[in-house]
DNA sequence: GCACATGCTTGAGGTTGTCAAGTATCGGCA
DNA sequence: TGCCGATACTTGACAACCTCAAGCATGTGC
């Protein structure tokens, strides 16, 4: 006990584990709604609209080979979801970046993933508002 | 804006799910120094020990098709990790069981998943003693 | 006893994931 | 200039996960 980060850092992360077990069959059960898989909708929440993004980085966020990128990407763009682009400084690139219907795709999913669980639901405002507070915190370069 | 739980719940959550997908290659890591793949963790983190779990229930738990339970709970088996057993009182039911051997690999498991990611170590102790209490809030059953 | 529901398994088919190998391009260095 | 190693992506082989439909054994209600 008491290393790196505290107890209290250990619980509340098991405890966050514990909603995210819980809540892991969120992600395909509202991916399937939009006739996705969940790494299909992930990639997609990386495209912000206008913002290309190499396979490389995508490849990155997901953690993952990159050949596995290939294929998601394939089907995406087979769906006209998104498109492979190159770039003149780097050849070797391929660019991804959404299409009018992947971004509208990608809008539906955003609003879908945002409705909170029930455990966060539950808290009352105040809690709530503590909570949002504490996770900027977490997430503030410093 | 302000509708079921609030502002501040969708954007906690928001924040969570972040969270979600930037951890989201951790599991399979941590699942490949034990040479399991995510799916196997998972079951083996509900096989709390001497605790036995019907296949249906781990089937709810997974929130995925019963068939798929079958081949999770074969590898596992295959390697000592749990055995199936009948209960007399329903013999439809084929019920899980940890080996001595599942209980300590589920024990280096739960070690491991509870090392805290960069964001929640960086917390001060005060606030992620606050996290905590907000989190155990959450989970409590009213 | 019969119809129906439930728990599990099997098989087909698609997606995700790994690894190894191959192609194209870039960058540095003689 | 020309070569060499690194990098970005693709392809192919294979394992795991996941769903659906079908089938078998067992329980439950009429």
Known sequence: ???????H???AWTLLLELLLAERGR?????ATLRLSPAQCHVLHLLEPGRPVSMRRIADALACDASNVTGIVDRLEAR???QRRVV??????RVI????RGAAARARLLARLA???PPIARLSR????ALCTLLRRAFAPT
Not at 27 to 31: D, E, Q, R, S, V
Not at 88 to 93: K, M, Q, S, V
Not at 126 to 129: F, K, L, Y
């Open 88 to 93: 003149a400084h780097d050849r070797r690139l």
């Open 80 to 82: 006209g979801l998104l």
């Open 97 to 100: 970046v959404v299409t009018r």
């Open 115 to 117: 409705a909170p669980p």
């Open 1 to 7: 006990m008491w290393k790196t980060g505290g107890a």
């Open 9 to 11: 850092a250990a619980e």
């Open 126 to 129: 105040a809690e709530q508002r």
């Open 27 to 31: 992600l395909p059960a509202i991916a």
